[in-house]
């Protein structure tokens, strides 16, 4: 890994970063608003499964696109922050920022296997199957979904790379 903490890039890549989040957060406002218009507020099923499912496929799709800008160098912005809490001073806050590092670390190494198997089963399609084909699109269909788990972890702690990064720039 080349990625220093602090360079240009580093902070380019964070403010890529900052993007995903605030979009990532708009599209799961837009799922939320969309699922609770759309399902019992009881049973919380969905009232058309079909066009839920198709919304649901949206969604994972569009999480995905978002975090395009993240998702090639995820690893590296990962191994800045575990540089930067190694040189912390322990405390229960960097302890808790260690085990939000580590659950992006786990997030991404996810994220590029989900990838990989894409890329595999993409690759064993028919000549035939073609974007906008069913032969084409259920099977990515199916890898956005499996990786939209992981996406969300990128929403939820991605926010600890900034509080890191920020410690460690006052400390330095």
Known sequence: MSLEPGS????????????????GR?????????????SD???FQ????????LRQQQRDADTLSAF????????????VAEQQLARLAPSDRTRRYAWQVRELREAT??????QDEWRAVRDK????????TKAY?????ESHAEAWHYLDQWAIHGEVLFAVNALAERQA
């Open 8 to 23: 240009w890039a580093h902070r380019l890549y964070l403010r890529q970063l900052a993007l995903y989040l605030r979009h």
């Open 26 to 38: 708009q599209i799961l406002a837009a799922w939320d608003h969309y699922s609770s218009r759309h």
């Open 41 to 43: 507020p009881e049973t």
């Open 46 to 53: 969905p009232h058309d499964e079909d066009a839920y499912g």
């Open 68 to 79: 395009g800008r993240v998702f090639h160098h995820a690893d590296e912005l990962v191994h």
């Open 109 to 114: 190494q996810h994220l590029y296997a989900v």
């Open 125 to 132: 399609l028919p000549e035939s199957a073609r974007p906008g």
């Open 137 to 141: 699109d259920e099977p990515l269909a």
